[in-house]
């Protein structure tokens, strides 16, 4: 739908434009509502309304989510921003470098168990009663049942050493 000359752009969007602007669900800007990583005010028929800097907040809220950041990470992070401006470049900024820093441990841990996949998934050994790599005399059992070794920061220091 094109804008006529002159036409004036509305200030606000419905919960419709929004999800059609920025390809995602209704239902997923509900939800990302209720987790509080964005907000909506309400016309008087009670309709969502969104401010249109709300488009950049949810590109934000989606590549974050691509890059593997958990939805309570995404919220904390964007609960320092203000609601009632868009997200600046020094904000994106800001959020970038802290999740750059989680995306290289991720990496990093990634590559740990890759590398040792084939010998060692760092899970404990729990069908075995001894791994000389990661579970001598099966210690690891004594902690419970289930992976014990997750997050792969074990792994991360047993790659480097």
Known sequence: MKKKTGERVP?????????RR???????????????????????GNQRRYPRSILRRVAIIKVAQRTGIPLAEIAEALSVLPHDRPVTAQDWRLLSETWKRQLDARIENLTALRNH??????????SMHE?????????LSEQGAGPRLLPLEDLAEHSAG
């Open 11 to 19: 200030l606000e969007l419905s919960v419709g434009e929004v999800a």
């Open 131 to 139: 791994c000389p790599l990661r579970n001598p005399d099966d210690v």
């Open 22 to 44: 920025s390809g995602i669900a209704v239902s997923t800007l509900h939800f990302y509502e209720t987790k509080g990583l964005i907000r909506s005010n309400r016309n008087r």
């Open 117 to 126: 996949l084939t010998d060692c998934i760092g899970c404990g050994c729990l």
